[in-house]
């Protein structure tokens, strides 16, 4: 059975047509239109488990940021490698990094900024997770350390991140 895919990866109106042909002849053509809203969006914290299902498949998502921000991206992969692109508002490549990597990136300009992940070979397909931590401005953090304090937490999926502050003086 055929099972054809498409990724609406801009906003706006798109409008499909099926013709089904049993070996003979076609049908009547069928329309569907599909309204898009926009890119999936990252906020601060935020852990996305997704997949590749399909040779030269690939997903873009968004998030906000200014220039000077200082955001720390998580990308891991199971069954390929999975590869980030990151683009700034104007279009320009920030960085590309494959899975199993946790790049700091200074953000160059304010505005939205698009997330292209896909296999690193782009035949590859499997299970990935994208996070987004913000560390310039601060996000909320889940604990402030003190001198002496120790603390036990738990990571319960890969790509998760666990941020803290503390106070230091030069």
Same mark, same amino acid.
């Given at each position: 059975a055929v099972n054809p895919?498409?990724v609406?990866?801009?906003?706006g109106?798109?409008?499909?047509?099926?013709?089904?042909?049993?070996?003979?002849?076609?049908?009547?053509?069928?329309?569907?239109t599909v309204?898009?809203?926009?890119?999936?969006?990252?906020?601060?914290?935020?852990l996305?488990?997704?997949?590749?299902d +399909?040779a030269?498949?690939q @997903?873009?998502?968004?998030?906000?940021?200014?220039?000077?921000?200082?955001v720390?991206l998580?990308?891991?992969?199971s069954?390929?490698? +999975?590869? +980030?692109?990151?683009f +700034?508002?104007?279009?320009i490549?920030?960085?590309?990094f494959?899975?199993?990597?946790?790049?700091?990136?200074?953000l160059?300009?304010s505005?939205?900024?698009t997330?292209?992940?896909?296999?690193?070979?782009?035949?590859?397909?499997?299970?990935?997770?994208?996070?987004? @931590?913000c560390?310039?401005p601060t996000?909320?953090?889940?604990?402030?350390l003190?001198?002496?304090?120790? @603390?036990?937490?738990t990571?319960?999926?890969a790509?998760?991140?666990?941020?803290?502050?503390f106070?230091?003086?030069?």
């Open positions: 895919t498409f609406a990866d801009v906003r109106e798109y409008q499909a047509q099926l013709v089904v042909n049993d070996g003979t002849r076609d049908s009547d053509p069928d329309f569907v309204k898009t809203e926009g890119l999936p969006g990252l906020n601060c914290g935020d996305l488990s997704r997949s590749i +399909a030269a498949q @997903e873009l998502f968004t998030f906000e940021g200014q220039t000077g921000d200082m720390s998580a990308l891991v992969s069954g390929f490698t +999975a590869r +980030a692109t990151v +700034a508002p104007s279009g490549e920030v960085t590309v494959d899975a199993n990597r946790q790049p700091e990136i200074t160059p300009e505005g939205t900024y997330v292209q992940v896909n296999a690193n070979n782009l035949v590859g397909t499997g299970d990935y997770s994208l996070g987004l @931590e560390i310039l996000a909320p953090v889940e604990l402030a003190s001198c002496g304090d120790l @603390e036990t937490r990571i319960d999926a790509g998760q991140q666990e941020l803290f502050t106070e230091g003086q030069t």
